[in-house]
């Protein structure tokens, strides 16, 4: 309660204004009113007879001069033109008799500039007189008003239009009149007569629109076709036995194909039939497949949509296209009860300017996005799922903005819109596409919209449209949110790499329509040496192979050429330079160091290929692949990594006395930055805080200090991390090292196998270190005391010209086969 007095008021004007006659109090804005605050503040009471009403003003707002005189001077400037033009027409006659004329046969315009006198006599008496303004506004006007309330809005919406009506057929007929000098009344009917006349000059007029017109709506229809495609049933040999690797899939857009023929099955229990669903995935796992199997397996029409459609040159031809596509559609669903329209590529619609990516695929649905991490999924653990919604909010806050505050910092999204001569999903032609797919329903047909209107009957309920969206993309991130809403795409689904299984499948249904060798085991294994690979990437290496077969007159695809074909496509074709031999050696040695580590190191990766061969930006490689589908990566895991990464640097310190060679470089830092984050991000070194979240509160020198004092709180932190990092890679380098020591043979042995083949396989490589046959190289030579002998000799005499930096004069002892008895020897 307010116990505030207001001062007296000194005696100044009284105030335009007071409480309106049966004044409502003040309104809260939610229906209600607001609560009367209890005050000493009294005001007195006045005759709501006398007063003006709260906030209206005594007397009438004055006019400008020009808005005072603006009407009277375009009526007596017609007056003037008028006469002027009755002068003309009679030169001979006197001015005062044209004068004495025109003031007898324009009085029509004559009452009109008196009426305008009289009514700004009238507005300039309402602004100095208080008593005139409010009998005119209360008495005269205000009753009238209070009059018209008593009938309902639609009714005076129709009396008002009548009386505009008759007001223009009045001021026209008086036109007219002055125009064929005659009476008002009979004006009226001299137009027909007057129209048939100038009916040449308006057909005339109107054919030349015409022309024009048909012009303008002929390249806009013409540029609005095209890029949409209907197959009608049977048209489409594709059936979901088509499509292999994607049995999940599958099973969910069946279901979609039941309903969509079967639509009461869902309907009559209270639901909808779904009406859209989307497929995303990386390029290659067979999105348009399945869509293609849906249009053979539909009894109903597949309007296949191409992904440049909608990008245009004008305007709204993006939006006529989106017009005329969804009345096919409709077309179509209602002759066939049904229709499925697939949009293929759909990120190129594009979307409304949003900065972030939303909907599903954005950070508002996870912590995490789905579509980028700075690591592989499955070294990640969905963290936000446990934690309660405060906490998930500010952890989303803070990495979102990058800042430390609880507070995410506002301020106006600045939205991009399309230019006006690029298309895509811009200039109206995503907004045209969402409301077709889930807007308003308008009643179907001229005769149903306007003729049983007119006649006073309710057009017809528009049917239900049995349409089924089907949209593939490899970039969902792209899509406008309101694209994704339920009730536009119902339907989620991740079409992503096939598992082993479908794999295995995948291959099992592509070499079936080839000859070939190969054995179940031959197709399991080829299956776990390609973790990624799609159904796009798996039919065009089963191309490659039979093209591997036909190229050495064969008929029939051996396991070497699949292997074969799998180093040209996941390799490419090597360059044509030969290494001189001491460096040939020495990459040699180097690639051997990274594939006997990898071979000796428990790991859930296994070695596809090891080759010496130069490359793009490569000198060598040792490539691994899984042999397990796992999801997780462990302390252990990450260690061998590393170890494997640093055999390189150990290698040639070791068997070059000490010296190494720039091309560990890659090495190093892959080994770097795995040990970095296991020491600051992952929990898996000496301590437990992630250095990650550290740095963005500002604690042990990160973002919370400025000047001096950061940096050097930087530089000791960085110091504590790094000397932490340079610990772990030490032990690990002298593991490395005594790794490479107890298996220096085989080392010797595997960089022989790639000087002398270039490129062998993982299961080569595993046939050298363990001594047994492989598929291109025996590995049982390898361990004789002959080769190591011959090898270290070889070795030696590389080292030797490798330090003094001359040609090495000895060339590479050759391994022969298992059958021949000479030994090897070193050439002379």
Known sequence: MSDWTPPEDPGGPPTQGGPDEGHEPASNGRGGHAPQATST?????????????????????????????????????????????????????????????????????????GFELLRQLHYKTSEHSARWHRLWTRGVFGRLGRLSTRMGDWNRFRMGRALRVLLWLFVLAVILGAVFHTSPAVSLFQVPAALYTALPFAFQLMFGLLFGMIQI???????????????????????????????????????????????????????????????????????????????GETQNPFVFVDPGAFINMFMGVGILKVKSLFRKLRRLALRYGGVVVFFDEADSLGNRGALTA???????????????????????????????????????????????????????????MAGAMSGGGGMGTLQSLLSEISGLSKPRGFFNRVVRRLLGMRPKPPPKYRILIIMAT??????????????????????????????????QGYFSKVANDLTADELDRLATMTPYATGASIKDLVNESLINAIRENRDRISWQDVLKAKQLKELGP?????????????????????????????????????????????????????????????????????????????????????????????DLASATRIATFMEGYWGMGQTVASHEVTQQAGVGGGGGTSGRDKGEKDLLNNQSLGGRIEVKLAELLERTERLLTENRTQVLAVAHALEQHKTITGEDVAAIVEGRPGPFVDGRRYHEQTFSEVAEAYHAAVVAAHKARIQLDIPLPQLPSIEEEPALSLPN
């Not at 950070?363 to 934690?387: D, M, N, V």
């Not at 406008?480 to 096939?498: H, S, T």
């Open 474 to 507: 490899n970039m969902p991130d792209s899509l406008d949110e309101a694209m994704l809403r339920p009730g536009r795409i119902d339907r989620i689904y991740k079409v992503g790499y096939p598992s082993k299984a479908g794999r295995i499948r995948t291959y």
């Open 41 to 113: 503040l009294e005001l007195p009471e006045l005759d709501p007879t006398t007063a003006p009403s709260l906030g209206e003003p005594a007397v009438r707002p004055r006019l400008g001069t020009w808005d005072r005189i603006k009407i009277l001077f375009l009526l007596v400037a017609l007056w003037w033109v008028l006469t002027w033009g009755t002068a003309t027409n009679n030169p001979i006659e006197p001015f005062r008799d044209v004068l004495s004329h025109e003031l007898r046969s324009l009085w029509w315009l004559e009452a009109l500039i």
């Open 574 to 666: 090597p360059e044509d330079v030969e290494y001189i031999e001491r460096e040939r050696h020495a990459v040699a040695i180097h690639e051997a160091c990274h594939a006997v580590a990898a071979a000796r190191l428990p790991k859930d990766w296994a070695i596809d290929v090891a080759t010496i061969e130069k490359g793009g930006d490569y000198l060598g490689m040792v490539k691994h692949v899984r042999a397990e589908d796992t999801f997780t990566m462990w302390k252990s895991d990450f260690e061998s990594d590393i170890m494997v990464s640093l055999a390189s640097l150990a290698g040639e310190r070791m068997f070059f006395d000490g010296d190494s060679a720039s091309g560990v470089s890659g």
């Open 217 to 295: 709506i002929g390249i806009f229809w013409v540029m609005s076709r095209g890029g949409v495609d209907v197959y009608y049933p049977g048209d489409v040999k594709t059936r979901f036995n088509d499509v292999w690797g994607q049995d999940a899939v599958l099973d969910r857009v069946k279901e979609n194909i039941i309903f969509l023929k079967d639509p009461e099955a869902i309907e009559s229990r209270g639901g909808y039939v779904p009406g859209g669903i989307l497929l995303w995935g990386p390029p290659g796992t067979g999105k348009t497949l399945i869509a293609e199997a849906v249009a």
């Open 358 to 416: 939303g909907g599903v695929f954005g950070p508002k649905a996870s912590i995490a996005p789905t579509f980028s991490a700075t690591f592989p999924a499955e070294s990640a653990c969905h963290g936000s799922t446990y934690l309660s919604p405060a906490t998930a909010s500010h952890l989303f806050a803070e990495a979102a903005n990058g800042s430390s505050g609880p507070e995410p910092a506002r301020g106006r999204v600045s939205q991009m």
